[in-house]
């Protein structure tokens, strides 16, 4: 059996005489519309998707729009260019900038709403330290809406011991959210950018694209090995009595 709610011609005069009852009307929402224009304007444009068209194809294309169609393209005009002006404004970084501690109130507790900030304490002269400015520079090129800074230890923190160096600091809002601190911190030398990008994702830092940790978590071998000490030496004490 047809059915009754196609829109056939043969429906339309079943319609007429009465015979079918009045097609139910569906509620158009905003979103139908949107896909109306935007399925009009793929048509225009030859098969091209909207949403990858530049603000210069949008206007282009403004002329071949009707009336009916011209308040949601405009809408969606408007949202694009929000959606451009955000990622400018989260994409304003892209390097590693030194800083001192006269500037630490400014650059990093008054970094913004929302703006996150690494900021590696290092020293000349200490191999693990070049390592991470190394790899920072890196990954502030590949998320410039991080804040990303350095900061000789001698120049922002008076009497910063050399055994926490290297160490990083994670900030958002002027609250630290995680601190790394010293080479146990960060596997020693054979620490890699992917790890290291990895690390910073977990705090939220960064959103990565690394779907696991590229190898297992740093653990504190020193800690360890005292622990195992000390549950050795217990077990000997026991064998005495």
Same mark, same amino acid.
Request: proline content about 5%; glycine content about 6%.
């Given at each position: 059996?047809?059915?009754?709610?196609?829109?056939?011609?043969w429906?339309?005069?079943?319609?007429?005489?009465?015979?079918?009852?009045?097609?139910?009307?569906k509620?158009?929402?905003?979103?139908?519309?949107?896909?109306?224009?935007?399925?009009?304007?793929?048509?225009?444009?030859?098969?091209?998707?909207?949403?990858?068209?530049?603000?210069?194809?949008?206007?282009?294309?403004?002329?071949?729009?009707?009336e009916?169609?011209?308040?949601?393209?405009?809408?969606?005009?408007?949202?694009?260019?929000?959606?451009?002006?955000?990622?400018?404004?989260? &994409?304003?970084?892209?390097e590693?900038r030194?800083?001192? !501690?006269?500037?630490?109130?400014?650059? *990093?507790? %008054?970094? /913004? #709403?929302?703006?996150?900030v690494?900021?590696?304490?290092?020293?000349?002269?200490?191999p693990?330290?070049?390592?991470?400015?190394?790899?920072?520079?890196?990954?502030a090129?590949?998320?410039?809406?991080?804040?990303?800074?350095?900061?000789? &230890?001698?120049?922002?923190?008076?009497?910063?011991?050399? !055994?926490?160096?290297?160490?990083?600091? *994670?900030? %958002?809002? /002027? #609250?630290?959210?995680?601190?790394?601190?010293?080479?146990?911190?960060?596997g020693?030398?054979?620490?890699?950018?992917?790890?290291?990008?990895w690390?910073?994702?977990?705090?939220?830092a960064i959103?990565?694209?690394?779907?696991?940790?590229?190898?297992?978590?740093?653990?504190?071998?020193?800690?360890?090995?005292?622990r195992?000490?000390?549950?050795n030496?217990?077990?000997d004490?026991?064998?005495?009595?």
């Amino acid at each position: 059996m047809q059915d009754p709610n196609l829109d056939t011609e043969w429906n339309d005069v079943l319609r007429a005489k009465g015979i079918l009852p009045p097609k139910e009307e569906k509620e158009i929402t905003e979103e139908d519309l949107i896909k109306m224009v935007e399925s009009t304007i793929e048509n225009k444009s030859k098969g091209r998707n909207m949403g990858e068209m530049s603000l210069d194809d949008l206007n282009e294309l403004e002329d071949n729009v009707d009336e009916e169609e011209e308040r949601i393209f405009e809408q969606y005009r408007r949202q694009r260019l929000a959606e451009m002006h955000a990622a400018q404004q989260r &994409s304003k970084f892209g390097e590693v900038r030194e800083i001192s !501690k006269s500037d630490w109130v400014t650059e *990093v507790n %008054k970094a /913004g #709403e929302g703006i996150w900030v690494v900021i590696h304490v290092y020293k000349e002269g200490i191999p693990l330290c070049k390592l991470l400015n190394q790899h920072l520079s890196n990954l502030a090129q590949k998320f410039p809406e991080t804040k990303f800074l350095r900061s000789v &230890s001698s120049l922002c923190i008076p009497n910063y011991p050399d !055994k926490n160096l290297p160490t990083i600091f *994670v900030y %958002k809002e /002027g #609250e630290m959210k995680k601190q790394f601190v010293g080479p146990l911190a960060f596997g020693g030398m054979n620490l890699k950018k992917d790890e290291l990008e990895w690390m910073l994702s977990q705090t939220g830092a960064i959103n990565t694209d690394l779907e696991e940790a590229p190898r297992p978590e740093v653990k504190d071998v020193m800690n360890i090995a005292i622990r195992d000490s000390a549950i050795n030496r217990g077990d000997d004490d026991d064998d005495d009595y």
